[in-house]
């Protein structure tokens, strides 16, 4: 009986964390039937950052490499599969920070409560909070993006004609134009994916119809992919 008992009271708490981080993973990138599990997925992984125990910097260095490579392998699956972007000047930080603070927080709070005894305020409150921090601010964000991002028929839509600056050599059957255009006295710049047929008929310094929608918290959002709607 020996064997096992030593087997167990070598488990501590970060490989306990370890293994739901990679159970999360695997179930949000590949078994999650619902898109919202999929997110919901990345938020269990960013609520685990608090709860770690910190040793030493070997450990630091270690645990949230592999916390952060699963978040990001999550979110590769859910965030960068979406088919619209933000402006550059419409991202939500701000809100996404005010949102995350008290989140942050409140994590860090809960995980020194539960593990009043062995909790090093030191690194959680210098080291663990600021990353859980960014991590909630990051995931926040994200969603803010998602639910601003719904199609809504409005009058506010915005049918600009954007100048197509170069196109972009051809890799794995994407066909990119690199556009630029200038809204509210800002100029803009960034790749689309269109049809091969528009990619054919393109030419640099050319136009491109593009349509900015207004955004359900009025963030003005473009398709990333215009294969179907623009020609």
Known sequence: MRPPMHFFRRISRNHILIFI???????????????YLKVYSIGVLVLLIPFLEIRSH??????????????????????DRLPYELLLSSQPLKP?????FPIALGSCAVANIIFVKRANLVTLYAIQ?????LACT?????NLIMNNCQKVDSPKAVYIQAEVVQKCPVCCDIHELLVSFTYEDEKYQF?????????EQ???GGKL?????PGVYGWPWYHKEMKRRYK
């Open 202 to 204: 393109a030419k640099e």
């Open 58 to 79: 070997h450990v630091i260095l270690q645990l949230f490499a592999l916390f952060f490579i699963c978040i990001q392998i999550c979110s590769i699956a859910v965030y």
């Open 138 to 142: 990051w995931y926040i964000r994200m």
């Open 129 to 133: 909070f600021p990353l859980m921090l």
């Open 96 to 100: 996404a920070f005010k949102h995350a």
């Open 21 to 35: 981080a990679i159970v999360v993973t695997v179930y949000g990138s590949f078994l999650a039937s619902a898109f």
């Open 191 to 199: 790749p689309v994916e269109v049809h091969p047929k528009t990619f």
């Open 209 to 213: 119809n593009m349509t900015l929608h």
